[in-house]
């Protein structure tokens, strides 16, 4: 019994003792959070700010201090002057009798200013103060005045001018300083309280713009982080607001949606390249084996010739992915001024010859030259994309046909400038509209066009050149055929 009840205990307070541990485990997030807080560039940046503002808060203030309270005692100091020209007026044509009494009229009834007037011996003749101790000599001086009533020193300086006249009387004015150091000192309070509020204030607010910044800076490395696993559909979330962040965002995911259509695009490549090479390398193969077996071959030239034509249409793809990989990563390109008016022309008396033996009717109409036809660009790609677009055009328009190219100028576009229309039109079998978009994937061939020689490169090479150069790729239907339109901004 006794050993049940002290297991009993002992699980009980252990039990005390974990959930005592609980609270500091639930503040060490909190704690952690804080940290961090503290050590953002946001934070050091607010201190920063906050040390100036407060800097320059002080300077105003003690200005204003210095400048409130030179000016009060500037005002006493004249007013004293005032009244002491007033009491020598009234001796000169009173003589002591009248300064006396003037002396008694201006003290009575004024416990903000000090009026005395005593003989030689120290004795007050008329006033409201006694004459201070250990004052004797004439001029300005600073000192605390006896209340009479009370006999107690009043606090607050007084700001006194005494005057000596002949037989040893001498004239005090002073003005109690008493409410200018009320107000110096309310002064001084208020500058050290807006010291206090202002750093308190500001140490919230570079709290406050620490976790504000550092919260949207924590949608940027979660993203980071999860595209770093795999997850490339992630993108940083916008809040709307348009600000620095915002931008930054925006940037960021035009970035990571460039990158995942690079990573698809070499995906795509990669699953084109095993399921559309695999054919003719393994017709390679076979073809080689049989050039070795002389005895049932009758002309091991002729399968050699077909193994190469098989060489060279692998190395033709293979170009083809090395241009529009080049085309896309947008390498040191030369750029050059090029006159499409004249590449479409010198292309097009190339494909004339072809055109003529395949019986198909081939056109040509230039109506834009010169400025009006005249792109920055690389000529062997522009040339190149021009090239596939008549290609295409030729191999899939029928005998008896017709194949026609245009340069046209395509006018002012939405954001200024201009661009130059080459149109490649045929009245062949054309692409299906649900099939313009995807045409422009590599290796992508329709159905119908399986048996013919082909890698399905072609289109995505003009796309990636057009692209490359500001421009665009537009399929349309020419009713019936294709026409292949490729926009470029002319500069």
Not at 44 to 58: D, E, Q
């Amino acid at each position: 019994m006794l050993k049940a009840l002290k297991r009993r205990l002992t699980a009980k307070g252990n039990d005390g003792g974990t959930a005592g541990d609980a609270p500091a485990d639930r503040h060490r997030p909190a704690d952690r959070h804080l940290g961090r807080l503290l050590r953002t560039t946001t934070f050091r940046f607010a201190l920063i700010y906050l040390g100036l503002f407060i800097g320059s808060v002080l300077l105003v203030l003690w200005l204003i201090y210095w400048s409130t309270a030179g000016f009060l005692a500037g005002q006493a100091d004249t007013a004293i002057r005032e009244d002491m020209q007033a009491l020598a007026d009234r001796y000169r044509t009173g003589g002591m009798a009248g300064l006396a009494e003037a002396v008694n009229e201006r003290g009575m009834g004024n416990a903000a200013s000090i009026y005395i007037l005593s003989a030689s011996s120290g004795s007050t003749l008329a006033g409201n103060q006694f004459w201070p101790k250990g004052v004797d000599e004439a001029g300005w001086v600073n000192l605390p005045v006896k209340d009479p009533s009370t006999g107690q020193v009043r606090p607050g300086d007084v700001r006194a001018l005494i005057a000596a006249l002949p037989g040893g009387y001498r004239v005090l004015v002073g003005r109690d300083l008493g409410e200018v150091r009320v107000l110096r000192e309310r002064l001084e309070r208020v500058i050290g309280w807006s010291m206090g509020l202002a750093l308190v204030l500001g140490l919230v607010g570079g709290l406050a713009m620490s976790r504000v910044w550092l919260r949207r800076l924590d949608g940027v490395t979660r993203t980071a982080e999860a595209i770093r696993e795999g997850m490339l559909v992630r993108r940083v979330p916008l809040t709307g607001s348009g600000d620095e962040f915002d931008q930054l965002a925006h940037t960021l995911n035009a970035m990571l949606d460039r990158i995942e259509a690079l990573v698809a695009g070499i995906r795509h490549v990669s699953q084109g390249i095993a399921h559309d090479l695999r054919t003719p390398l393994t017709r390679l193969r076979t073809r080689l084996e049989l050039a070795l077996m002389h005895e049932t071959v009758e002309n091991p030239r002729e399968v050699l010739e077909a193994a190469i034509e098989e060489v060279d249409h692998l190395l033709a793809t293979f170009r083809a992915l090395l241009a529009i990989a080049e085309v896309e990563s947008g390498g040191n390109l030369p750029i050059a001024p090029v006159q499409l008016d004249t590449l479409a022309l010198s292309t097009g008396e190339l494909y004339d010859a072809v055109a003529e033996d395949q019986g198909i009717t081939f056109t040509m109409a230039v109506q834009a030259t010169g400025p009006a036809a005249l792109v920055q660009g690389n000529r062997q790609l522009l040339g190149q994309a021009l090239a596939n677009l008549l290609d295409n055009a030729l191999k899939y328009t029928p005998e008896g046909g017709r194949v026609s190219l245009t340069v046209a100028s395509d006018g002012p576009v939405p954001g200024g400038g201009s661009r130059v229309r080459i149109t490649v039109a045929d009245n062949g079998p054309g692409i299906p509209a649900e099939d313009r978009e995807r045409v422009r994937e590599r290796f992508f061939r329709l159905e119908r066009d399986q048996a013919r020689p082909g890698s399905g490169l072609g289109l995505s090479l003009v796309d990636a050149v057009a692209q490359r150069h500001g421009g665009t790729l537009v399929l349309e239907d020419n009713g019936p055929g294709l026409k292949a339109q490729l926009l470029l901004p002319v500069g």
